[in-house]
Nanobody
Framework: QVQLVESGGDSVQVGGSLRLSCKLS????????VGWFRQVPGKAREGVAS????????WFTDSVKGRFSISQDNSKRTVYLEMYSLKPEDTAMYYC?????????????????WGQGTQVTVSS
């Protein structure tokens, strides 16, 4: 069983920055592929970013390209989502997911394990 714990969510002003962390435990090397998703009430969970194959592959949804980055520190078993130039539309609960089973990295159905989420609020 893989456990994921997100942290780093906060309330910030427009244009601000945050770094979200996703700490993994109980995982094998094969489970290090991690996706970040976000969700607002009443809407489907949206894929934001993904990192796979030891960091050799990364993906970002169009709305965050150039503003978000993703990285991993295997020694700390942690994946980071760094967010810059935050906008009000980035406001959401952010989740990390692991146990990628294949298919599209932005599809939440393709991940087996999920964290509890961390709230990001961007205000003007």
């Amino acid at each position: 069983q893989v456990q994921l714990v997100e942290s780093g969510g906060d309330s910030v002003q427009v244009g601000g920055s945050l770094r979200l962390s996703c700490k993994l435990s109980g995982h094998t090397y094969d489970d290090i592929d991690v996706g970040w998703f976000r969700q607002v009430p009443g809407k489907a969970r949206e894929g934001v970013a993904s990192i796979r194959n030891g960091g050799s592959f990364t993906w970002f949804t169009d709305s965050v390209k150039g503003r978000f980055s993703i990285s991993q520190d295997n020694s700390k078993r942690t994946v980071y989502l760094e967010m810059y130039s935050l906008k009000p539309e980035d406001t959401a609960m952010y989740y990390c997911a692991a146990g990628f089973v294949g298919g599209y990295v932005y599809d939440s159905a393709n991940y087996k394990y999920w964290g509890q989420g961390t709230q990001v609020t961007v205000s003007s």
